[in-house]
């Protein structure tokens, strides 16, 4: 009997995808473990394998689908021995069966949702509620016989002005083209003109999930400054030893020190869920790393007990394959605890926004020389400001400033990392 091929849940807060790509056809025989597809999730671009053998009968879902539900059939599957007759039989079957609304009968299989399309609103059918038009507007409406309640205004609080009319006028009478309701409450209908671009899943889930982690978690913030010259000195003789067999970066043995200081102060590497707190027993560090489109955070494992090279290594190789789409789900969730570099742009500090439910992630500003006071005397030094975001549910001031200072031991004293 045919197979149904089902849109797959690749991530645990996917509920829908977009099916960038067939790699089949139908007709095309597929083994198990074949690539049949690639799946555009809330994360990245992941490429989806068959569980069963057997031979493409229908693709019901074409490329270049967007917002496919989780579960929706997306194609079929031809067993050994069967043809395209038992498709007829599947047809069969689904005809039988009792529909729930006679005037509506349910598509044999899946097709693109299409857009709404643009309809002219009947002048009987338009509200008598007060238009608000510009005198030129009107104006214009009245000479062309065009009824301004059949007009979408784009003016100040929905006004209806010139190039509304002009617009309508254009389309035969009809509405403007749909625009989002935020002009009519955001713009003031004077801007220069713009683009309005549709956010891919990845950016309106981390839209969402950032509104939500300002707005139900309490942030506070506690920020330190790390002398980094032992650091930078430790790294050049390392990479001048490895002969290009490796090269280490600053970032390696942030990941490291935030491993090893999590490991001081367990408190900090902790969650809040559900009203209760879970304290994790190893350090996976989140490393946030920016691709088209979005952010994506690489998981290195248990950091606190991997050495430089070995992070090194890991965390070029995943974020190779992040920014190519290819990262696995294990690869990218179940972080512990976070970290965001953005020393690499010049910035000299920041503050970032919790990854939920992890409860806390910090913020790296870029290295740079600056006049400091030691010993009662006046001279400079490679700093680099540090500030760590925390959940006050689960994370107290005295736990942050802990392992804030732990980190800062392990950044000004490299050769503690390997104790």
Known sequence: MPI???????????????????????????????????????????????????????????????????????????EEGEDASALEKMKTTAASAPEKTPEAPQATHPTLEKKPELK????????????????????????????????????????????????????????????????????????????????????????????????????????????????????????????????????DFIIKACGVALTHVPEANASWINDQIYLYKAADVAVAVAIDGGLITPVIRAAESKGLVEISREMKDLAGRAREGKLKPEEFQGGTFSLSNMGMYGVKEFSAIINPPQGCILAVGAGEERPVVKGGLLTSATMMTCTLSVDHRVVDGAVGANFLKAFKELIENPVMMIL
């Open 120 to 251: 002219v609103v009947p002048q009987a059918a338009v509200s008598d509620t007060r238009v608000f038009a510009t005198p030129l507007a009107r104006r214009i409406a009245e000479d062309a016989h065009l009824n301004l309640g059949s007009v979408l205004g784009s003016g100040p609080r929905g006004r209806v002005i010139k190039a509304d009319v002009e617009q309508a006028l254009a389309q035969g009478g009809a509405a403007p083209a749909f625009r989002p309701s935020a002009p009519s409450t955001l713009l003031s209908g004077y801007e220069p003109a713009y683009d309005i671009i549709q956010p891919s899943n990845m950016r309106k889930v981390i839209a969402k999930r950032l509104v939500d982690s300002k707005q139900t978690i309490p942030h506070f913030y506690v920020t330190v400054e790390c002398g980094i010259d032992a650091l930078l000195k430790a790294r050049e003789q390392i990479n001048i030893r490895a002969d290009g067999a490796y090269k280490l970066s600053v970032n």
């Open 4 to 78: 149904e091929i089902l849109m797959p849940a690749l991530s645990p807060t996917m509920t829908e995808g977009n099916l960038v790509k067939w790699h089949k056809k139908e007709g095309d025989t597929v083994k198990a473990g074949d690539v049949i597809a690639e799946i555009e999730t809330d994360k990245a671009t992941m490429e989806v394998e068959a569980v069963d053998e057997g031979k493409i009968g229908k693709i019901l879902v074409p490329e270049g689908t967007e917002k496919v539900k989780v579960n929706q059939p997306i194609a079929i599957l031809l």
